[in-house]
């Protein structure tokens, strides 16, 4: 099993950063890859951006591209968003998400991912 905690969420203006973070906990979390998703009120759930278990990889949406970046430190099983010029609708819970042990190619896919984490608010005042 693999339990994931998202952190640094928080209440932002538009056009500032912020950093989230998800640490891993549990079985083997280098060899998997990971993503970000995010879900609005009245939303589904939709993907942001995804990092291979080698960090030679990642993809993200057209809506966050050139704002957002994804990365992870295997040592520390954690893996980062780092979210610049937020807009009021980047607005939304965000998670982060593990695919199964050992499978280690993105996927923009909610069913691809295995192991989610609880989500963290980020709100973006105009």
């Known amino acids: 099993q693999v339990q994931l905690v998202e952190s640094g969420g928080g209440l932002v203006q538009a056009g500032d950063s912020l950093r989230l973070s998800c640490a891993a906990s549990?079985?083997?979390?280098?060899?998997?890859?990971m993503g970000w998703f995010r879900q609005a009120p009245g939303k589904e759930r939709e993907f942001v951006t995804a990092?291979?278990?080698?960090?030679?990889?990642?993809t993200y949406a057209d809506s966050v591209k050139g704002r957002f970046t994804i990365s992870r430190d295997n040592a520390k099983n954690t893996v980062y968003l780092q979210m610049n010029s937020l807009k009021p609708e980047d607005t939304a819970v965000y998670y982060c998400?593990?695919?199964?042990?050992?499978?280690?190619?993105?996927?923009?896919?909610?069913?691809?991912?295995?192991?989610w984490g609880q989500g963290t608010q980020v709100t973006v005042s105009s």
């Open positions: 998400a593990t695919r199964p042990e050992d499978v280690g190619v993105m996927s923009r896919l909610r069913a691809a991912y295995k192991y």
């Open positions: 990092i291979s278990w080698s960090s030679g990889s990642t």
């Open positions: 549990g079985r083997t979390f280098s060899t998997a890859a």
